[in-house]
T-cell receptor, first 114, second 115 residues
Framework: AQSVTQPDIHITVSEGASLELRCNYSYGATPYLFWYVQSPGQGLQLLLKYFSGDTLVQGIKGFEAEFKRSQSSFNLRKPSVHWSDAAEYFCAVGESNSGYALNFGKGTSLLVTP | ETGVTQSPTHLIKTRGQQVTLRCSSQSGHNTVSWYQQALGQGPQFIFQYYREEENGRGNFPPRFSGLQFPNYSSELNVNALELDDSALYLC??????????????FGDGTRLSIL
C-alpha cells in the first residue's frame, strides 16, 4: 500500500516568514499527491494536487508544492505566512487498489506567531 | 452550489449501541467516500460508494456499513459501538467514480463520542 510520512508534528513560524511543510511518500510509480488543510472544527479543503507534468504546482491561498521523485517528496511551501494560515495540514497519496481512496499522513500542525 | 453537508454535527453514544451518520453530496456529485479521523491523526478511508454500489473499502470491520441513495446522499452505519470508534467522521463527495482527477470535497464532519 502507498503511504505518506509527515515528519513534523508541529511547526511554529512568525507571521510574514516563509514556510515549508515536509511530506515523503512511498510508491513505485508516479503517485497522485495532494495537500489538504483543516481548520479547527472543520472539514478538509484541497490546497493543491499533483498527477504528472510540471513538478512545481500552484495551489490556492498562495501555496505551492514541488514533486521530487529522487527524494520521494512533495513539500508544501508558502513565501509569506499569514496568521490565518494557522491550521492542520495533511499530505495524502491516492490509493486505487480499492476504489479511489486518499491515504493521509498524520498531519502537521502550524502555529503562526505575531 | 451547495457543498457537502453532514448530520448530526455531534453525537454521544454508549458502547454496544448503533449509530447512523448522514451525508448530502455536493450538487451533481455521484461518488461519496467516508473517512474516520481519530484525535491527532489523519483521516482513514472507510469506504466509497459510486452510483449506489460500494466500489472500495478500507481496513474496517463489517460492523461499519454504508448506503448510497438515488439522489447520491449517503449513510454510514456503525453497529456494536466500541470506545475506539470515538472520532470525527468525514464525508467527501466527488464526480465520476472518484477518479483522482476529480477532487474530493469534504464536509465538516460528525464528531462521535462513545462513553
Amino acid at each position: 500500500a502507498q503511504s505518506v510520512t509527515q515528519p513534523d508534528i508541529h511547526i511554529t513560524v512568525s507571521e510574514g516568514a516563509s514556510l515549508e511543510l515536509r511530506c515523503n511518500y512511498s510508491y513505485g510509480a508516479t503517485p497522485y499527491l495532494f495537500w489538504y488543510v483543516q481548520s479547527p472544527g472543520q472539514g478538509l479543503q484541497l490546497l493543491l494536487k499533483y498527477f504528472s507534468g510540471d513538478t512545481l504546482v500552484q495551489g490556492i491561498k498562495g501555496f505551492e508544492a514541488e514533486f521530487k521523485r529522487s527524494q520521494s517528496s512533495f513539500n508544501l511551501r508558502k513565501p509569506s505566512v499569514h496568521w490565518s494560515d494557522a491550521a492542520e495540514y495533511f499530505c495524502a497519496v491516492g490509493e486505487s487498489n480499492s476504489g479511489y481512496a486518499l491515504n493521509f499522513g498524520k498531519g502537521t500542525s502550524l502555529l503562526v506567531t505575531p | 452550489e451547495t457543498g457537502v453537508t453532514q448530520s448530526p454535527t455531534h453525537l454521544i453514544k454508549t458502547r454496544g449501541q448503533q449509530v447512523t451518520l448522514r451525508c448530502s453530496s455536493q450538487s451533481g456529485h455521484n461518488t461519496v467516500s467516508w473517512y474516520q479521523q481519530a484525535l491527532g491523526q489523519g483521516p482513514q478511508f472507510i469506504f466509497q460508494y459510486y452510483r449506489e454500489e460500494e466500489n472500495g473499502r478500507g481496513n474496517f470491520p463489517p460492523r461499519f456499513s454504508g448506503l448510497q441513495f438515488p439522489n447520491y446522499s449517503s449513510e454510514l452505519n456503525v453497529n456494536a459501538l466500541e470506545l475506539d470508534d470515538s472520532a470525527l467522521y468525514l464525508c467527501a463527495s466527488s464526480l465520476g467514480g472518484g477518479g483522482f482527477n476529480q477532487p474530493q470535497h469534504f464536509g465538516d464532519g460528525t464528531r462521535l463520542s462513545i462513553l
